[in-house]
């Protein structure tokens, strides 16, 4: 059983322990048995449901996706996941990390943008970065920064989580 089922279990036999030890008659002998079978059914099925709305509803902060051409497509459904996806990047092998900079308003052509290498690091990849479904992103009203959103340009930067000096001297 699981941990749920287990304590679900323990609450029954707690509130009904004494009707189910005196023994009732026959009418009053089934009933714990369907009590607990419905009630593990209906929480079974509360689970599933909870299960499957949570998995339908929960979209990824962010998705890197390598191409077969080497390119390399960085999907940002929140522009708070950034760091999460060039840390992504890195674990990759990517020397260099994306730096975004957004533009007010809706952005005029749907679709990813490319970003601008990073000078002096010879090979890299085509880097496109999409904003969302298509480029914009609303934040709503309360918010700093509230408005309507899109990226205006991506660049590759080898330096981008601001560790500063890491050499000696």
């Avoid at 419905?38 to 191409?67: C, D, E, H, R």
């Avoid at 940002?76 to 092998?93: D, F, R, S």
């Avoid at 969302?132 to 899109?150: E, R, Y």
């Amino acid at each position: 059983m699981t941990r749920f089922t287990d304590n679900l279990w323990r609450d029954l036999a707690q509130e009904h322990g004494p009707a189910l030890a005196a023994g009732p008659g026959p009418r009053k002998a089934r009933r714990p048995r369907v009590l607990a079978g419905s009630t593990l059914a209906l929480a079974g099925a509360g689970a599933a449901i909870g299960l499957v709305l949570t998995s339908a509803s929960g979209t990824p902060a962010f998705a890197v996706t390598q191409n077969g051409d080497g390119s390399v497509l960085v999907t940002l459904n929140q522009t708070e996941a950034l760091p999460q996806a060039n840390h992504k990047l890195a674990g990759m092998g990517f020397q260099e990390g994306i730096v975004i900079y957004m533009a007010s308003g809706p952005a005029a052509v749907s679709g990813p943008v490319t970003c601008t290498p990073a000078p002096g690091i010879p090979g890299q990849p085509t880097v496109k970065v999409l904003l969302g479904t298509d480029g914009t992103q609303v934040i709503s009203a309360g918010n700093t920064g509230a408005g309507t959103w899109h990226l205006g340009s991506c660049q590759l930067k080898s330096d981008t989580g601001g560790t500063g000096n890491t050499g000696a001297g």
